[in-house]
Every structure is written in C-alpha cells, then in structure tokens.
C-alpha cells in the first residue's frame, strides 16, 4: 500500500452536517434488540467471541472498520500507509471525544493496544488480533506508528477487531489498568461510539443511551436495549407481539412465515462464519479400544466421507447455510464462491475404518452448542446419524453454550462442532491449525491439538507475505494439507445470518455477524452505513 487511504470527501462532510441538523426530532427512540446470546463480559479485550464484540461495538471503536460487505473503510483512523515493511503509519481523527469529555489521542490508543496483550483468563483472547507487534508508538496527538515482528499486510484489517479505550478512565493498578470485574461492573467503560452504558441485568438485558459526542453521523436512536432471548420462538414471538424491534438469527423454519407478514422485514446476508467438525488426535483412549482411532488419517478421512453437505445444507441448514469443504469464506481473500463439493461416499468410509482396524466401527461422543450456530444440535443430531451408517456411534453431548465451551476448552470432547468467524485468511489457518503452545495467537481454536510443524512454518511465511497473489497461494496451500490431506478438521458450511425487524426499520445484515444498531434506521431516516440493505 503505497499511499494514505483518504477519509471522508467534503460532500460526506456537508452530508453529515446537514444529518446533525436534522437530528433532532430523529433521536427521540428505543430501539429494544432481540439477541440469541449474552456476553461473557463487557470487558472489550477480553473474549474474541461474537457476542461480546457485538455489545463492544456499540460503546467502542476501532481505528479501521469495513461496511456490511466487509470493505474497509476509516474510523479512528483516517488514513493509514505501509512505511516500511514492518511498520504502518495511522492518521488518527481530529476533534474526537471520549463519551467523557477527555480528547481522543494517540496515548489512547498505545494504551488499548498493551492492554489487550495484558488482560488475563481469557478463554479466547484478543491477542491474536494484535500478532506479532512489537511496538506501539505515538508519533504526536494524532499519528500512530506501529510496528511489527515480521511484514504484516493484513494488520489494518485485523485492528478492526481491537477497540479503542480511555487511557485516563481504563487505568487502574492492575497490570491492564481496569479490571474485568471492574469494566463488568460499569467501570473505566468509556469509548468514542454511538452509545454509553448504562446497565447491565445479567440473564435479561443491557441498556444503552445515546452518546451526545459521538462524532460520526447522528445515531437514530436516544436508546437501546440488547435484550437476551436464546429460544428462537420467544424471540420471534416477542417480535412479532411488538415486545421487540429487530432479533438475530430467525429459524430456518420461521423463515418462510416471517418473510410473507407484511408486518415484518428480513435481512439477510452470507457471513464469513465457518461451521466445522473438529477431531481431537490427543484424546485418551476410547472405551474398549488401546488407542484412540482419531490418531489416524484414514478413520478422520472416513468420518469426512460419511457427511453429507449437500443434505446437510437443503435439509438442516435450509438455505441458511452455504455447504462447504473448505475454511476461507467466499468473500476473503483467497476463498471461493466456487468451490467443489465433494459427495458423500458411505461404502468408502466402511472401506477407510476396516483398513485402519475398525471393520465394526467405534463409539465416541460428539459434542455440540445448543442455540450458539444456527440449527447447531440440528445438525449434530444429522452427522450422528451419518457416522452411524459408515459404522461409528455416537453418543451425543448438546448442552448450553456456556456448558459446551467449558467442557470444549477442557478437551472433553474427541470430536465437536463449533464455529469460527474472522476477517483474515492467513489469521484463519493460524487460528485453525497452528500448533497450540507457540505464540499466543496460535491455534486459538484448535482443539483438535493438530500439529503439523511444516505447515506452522508455511503460516507464518503467508502471514508476511506482501505480495497478493503469493499470499493467497501460500493459503490454499495450507488449506489443502491441513483438511484435505490430514483432515485436520471437516468443514461443513458457511453461515448466512439473518435479521428479522418490524415494518418500517431497515438495516443492512454484516458478512461478519457484528450487530450495530446504530445502522438500524426508522422510515424516513438517512441510512449511515454504505451498504447493502437487503431487507425485503
């Protein structure tokens, strides 16, 4: 990148004026949100986890972020340049207020930065966005020089991830200033965004006002609340009797139904969600058996022959899931709209298990959230009964979220299905197949306890690579060894999100699943985001 990205032109500036004159008598609203999941915590470094980036982005920015088609595009920063090759320069945004009062100033952001490296107990930390920096310095008030291990090309879009605090309210004596418990608890939760918290009732809702210094464009609504409703019909029935404006994540079964009331809109989107089978090779021995079959590659071959993605997709998924057996998403680089399904082949994972030793198969749990992905134990319930026709039987654990990624990070499981949703290919494959142990941002969700040191070394060579096209190659490369060749894990689809709201709203659902409800918009009201609405 060899010139600054340009901010807003004039034109969006005198837009955005005359949006503040008209302000007024738009921010006069509550907008009340339906949510499947509630946050672990409001600490915004804390949990790399949907649902609590979602809360966090209501209250904090970050220095890059990207519109509902995932294009990139200036927030704390206005412009930013690759000045050497391990170091990028960010132009900060001038005249920004923390909700506060204090200025927004490069020592805020040098702060937010080291903190996300110090915050402790995280059971999915932010550290793997911030991979390989080394320093962060503040050039002046408003430039930002940050520099890193090796080439980064993918850092501004990794940052859109690390959000911005108030060094003056965030700092504490802890070694990350505030604590957990304390930002939990309302305190030092102070950003730049659209709103300001308010409350927190565990188990019910958040409530949120609106921010009077917020400095984009004006935000529809004086407040919101994240209400959580995990049953999908409690959600559906609140919106529908008015109890609620817009809810995440209809059933495909409520689909059809909602689609045809007048009274309701859907948006919808494909997302970079991938939702896969994970096989853990380190699992202690099965019940009856000297090893654990997973060891080999033929038995994990034979258990990705038995699925079915096609039926999985028509039958379970209903058209909200994109059958895949790759990892990279469509719309990132290197993935493809295109890629080849393979068929199912039952007789030839008899074949595989019989070769490796298990001519009757095996029993083993499989483990999966009930109410965390769309038709999750849906699902589950569908590739048991797959696996049961190659031979293998299963044993079925779908407990709660909470419960599930407990017993997860414990290793309980010798084979789950779980999910994971970022923005870069080469952050992907270092999330998904790293070997755990190494770097803090290593297999951050590779609970498969896959290793595979050639491709560690292949990951961290695409990680740095500048150059696009032998970027994306160093990735496909990596993809294929890590699930095609040693199955590391079995991919099964891509998710597509869904937002259900009350006549006369609209908003464009994110290929990322962030929900933002300042892009919600009442009849009448300017749309802030440059995306695509794709309401009904």
């Given at each position: 990148m060899k010139r600054f990205v340009r901010a807003n032109s004039r034109r969006g500036l005198l837009a955005a004026a005359l949006l503040g004159a008209l302000a007024g008598p738009l921010c006069a609203q509550t907008l009340t949100?339906?949510?499947?999941?509630?946050?672990?915590?409001?600490?915004?470094?804390?949990?790399?986890?949907?649902?609590?980036?979602?809360?966090?982005?209501?209250?904090?920015?970050?220095?890059?972020?990207?519109?509902?088609?995932?294009?990139?595009k200036p927030a704390l920063?206005?412009?930013?340049?690759?000045?050497?090759?391990?170091?990028?320069?960010?132009?900060?945004?001038?005249?920004?207020?923390?909700?506060?009062?204090?200025?927004?100033?490069?020592?805020?952001?040098?702060?937010?930065?080291?903190?996300?490296?110090?915050?402790?107990?995280?059971?999915?930390?932010?550290?793997?966005?911030?991979?390989?920096?080394?320093?962060?310095?503040?050039?002046?008030?408003?430039?930002?020089?940050i520099e890193t291990d090796a080439p980064n090309p993918s850092l501004p879009r990794a940052l859109e991830r690390l959000m911005i605090m108030s060094k003056k309210s965030a700092s504490g004596p802890a070694p990350e200033g505030k604590t957990t418990a304390q930002l939990n608890g309302g305190d030092g939760l102070v950003g730049t965004g659209p709103f300001v918290y308010v409350s927190w009732t565990r188990g019910a809702e958040i409530a949120l006002a609106r921010n009077p210094l917020y400095w984009g464009e004006p935000v529809h609504w004086q407040k919101v609340v994240l209400r959580f409703v995990t049953n999908p019909a409690a959600r559906i029935s609140a919106l529908l009797s008015g109890g609620i404006d817009i809810i995440e994540d209809p059933t495909p079964d409520d689909l059809p139904r909602l689609?045809?009331?007048?009274?309701?809109?859907?948006?919808?989107?494909?997302t970079t969600r991938l939702v896969?089978?994970?096989?853990?090779?380190?699992?202690?021995?099965?019940?009856?058996l000297d090893a654990n079959p997973l060891k080999d590659v033929r038995v994990r071959r034979a258990l990705a022959l038995a699925i079915d993605r096609k039926v999985l997709g028509e039958r379970i998924m209903e058209d909200v899931g994109l059958p895949t057996a790759g990892t990279i998403a469509p719309m990132m680089e290197g993935g493809s709209a295109a890629a080849r399904l393979p068929a199912a082949d039952v007789a030839g994972a008899k074949k595989l298990l019989q070769e490796a030793g298990y001519p009757n198969g095996f029993t083993m749990t499989l483990g999966a959230p009930n109410g965390r992905y769309i038709n999750d134990a849906k699902v589950a319930q569908a590739v048991a009964s797959m696996w049961g026709r190659a031979g293998v039987k299963v044993s079925l654990d779908t407990p709660t979220t909470a419960i599930f990624f407990k017993n997860l990070v414990a290793y309980d499981y010798p084979s789950h299905i779980t999910g994971w949703a970022d923005l870069v290919s080469t952050d992907r494959m270092r999330a998904l197949f790293a070997t755990r142990g190494g770097k803090p941002s290593d297999g951050a969700t590779n609970y498969e306890r896959y290793s595979n040191r050639e491709l560690d070394a292949l990951i961290e060579r695409a990680s740095s690579t500048l150059d696009e096209a032998e970027r994306i190659a160093l990735v496909r490369k990596i993809e294929k060894t890590a699930v095609e060749d040693d199955v590391a894990v079995i991919p099964l689809h891509f998710e597509k999100t869904a937002m259900a709201m009350r006549k006369g709203l609209s908003y464009a659902t994110r290929a990322d699943q962030i929900y933002m409800s300042q892009y919600v918009r009442a009849a009448g009201a300017a749309v802030a985001e440059r995306g695509t609405d794709r309401s009904k």
């Open positions: 949100v339906g949510l499947k999941g509630e946050p672990m915590s409001l600490d915004p470094a804390f949990r790399a986890i949907t649902t609590d980036m979602v809360v966090a982005r209501h209250i904090f920015e970050p220095l890059v972020t990207s519109d509902a088609d995932m294009k990139l920063a206005t412009e930013w340049k690759l000045v050497e090759p391990t170091a990028w320069v960010f132009k900060l945004r001038p005249g920004v207020k923390f909700s506060d009062g204090t200025p927004f100033t490069a020592d805020d952001v040098v702060f937010s930065f080291e903190r996300a490296l110090k915050v402790p107990n995280s059971p999915s930390p932010m550290s793997i966005f911030a991979r390989g920096i080394q320093r962060v310095k503040a050039v002046d008030p408003l430039t930002v020089r689609l045809k009331d007048p009274q309701v809109k859907v948006s919808s989107a494909p896969y089978i994970g096989l853990d090779t380190a699992a202690p021995k099965f019940a009856g």
